[in-house]
């Protein structure tokens, strides 16, 4: 073998090792190129995923709030409804208390009249007295003339008193009233149709959101605003207030600032809770 051939042959043998020791690397490096790349498509799924079930809460969210909202415009619309027809109870309420008292005015002023008159009237009898004492000629036709203003005054007596026993009656009944009012707890001005009519009954069902269904309705005389207390036995468990009512059956929400204890189907609920 010649010296070139020599060469040659060595130079073959390193370019082989050379070839060879790329080959590896390049094999290495493919082989964790591939391995990354299925990392990162098992991390996109993964994100991909996490943002599919993140949209979903975010319209889960919206729809919640949409149906929030909803149910919050329509319990202010029927407290809208409740306020206006609570104003116009008191507005008549107050017209016809100043025109019982425009009444009762006129009466007493009526009767101030009469009993002035019935001053004069006396005061001129005796005027009429004194000049048959001093004509007596003329006795007969004065005596007749007395007579008859007589009957006149005892006939506007009658009057008086007729006016007087009625003062008394409107003023009897007046503190009549006043007495109920007050043994109810009310003023002339407050609503009379927010009063529930006394009614027993029991707790049919128990929803979400502090709802109760009561056994009671409509045809028991329950509307929507009234109240009833709860209680199981002689403990007192909260108040409600009715939000919907059918002809026997009525749905109801518990106030937060009267809950004593928690709600259960059988409970009792009554007008008014009396241990």
Do not use: C
Not at 33 to 41: G, Q, V
Not at 248 to 261: H, M, S, T
Request: hydrophobic share 40%; net charge neutral.
């Amino acid at each position: 073998m010649t010296f070139i051939g020599k060469i040659l042959t060595g130079l073959t043998l390193v370019l082989s090792i050379l070839f060879a020791s790329l080959s590896v690397v390049v094999f290495a490096t493919h082989r964790n190129w591939r391995d990354e790349s299925k990392k990162l498509e098992t991390s996109v799924t993964e994100l991909t995923n996490a943002n599919t079930r993140l949209r979903e809460d975010i319209q889960r969210s919206k729809d919640e709030y949409a149906r929030e909202q909803l149910a919050r415009k329509m319990a202010i619309a029927s407290l809208e409804t409740q306020l206006q027809t609570a104003v116009d109870l008191a507005k008549r309420a107050k017209d016809e208390s100043d025109s019982l008292n425009a009444q009762i005015g006129t009466l007493v002023s009526k009767g101030n009249t009469d009993s002035t008159q019935l001053a004069a009237v006396t005061s001129e009898v005796s005027e009429l007295r004194t000049q048959l004492r001093d004509s007596r000629a003329d006795r007969d036709s004065q005596f007749a003339e007395a007579t008859r203003l007589t009957d006149e005054v005892h006939g506007l007596q009658g009057v008086k008193d007729t006016l007087t026993a009625k003062n008394v009656q409107l003023a009897a009944s007046n503190a009549r009233f006043q007495k109920v009012l007050e043994a109810n707890n009310l003023t002339e001005f407050d609503e009379v149709e927010s009063i529930p009519p006394k009614v027993d009954g029991i707790v049919v069902a128990v929803a979400e959101r502090d709802l109760i269904e009561v056994s009671l309705g409509a045809d028991d005389g329950l509307k929507i605003g009234h109240t009833l207390d709860v209680h199981r036995g002689a403990v007192y468990l909260g108040r409600v207030v009715i939000k919907q009512t059918s002809p026997n059956r009525a749905v109801a929400q518990v106030l937060p600032e009267f809950r004593k204890g928690l709600i259960r189907t059988n409970d009792r609920v009554a007008t008014r809770f009396v241990n």
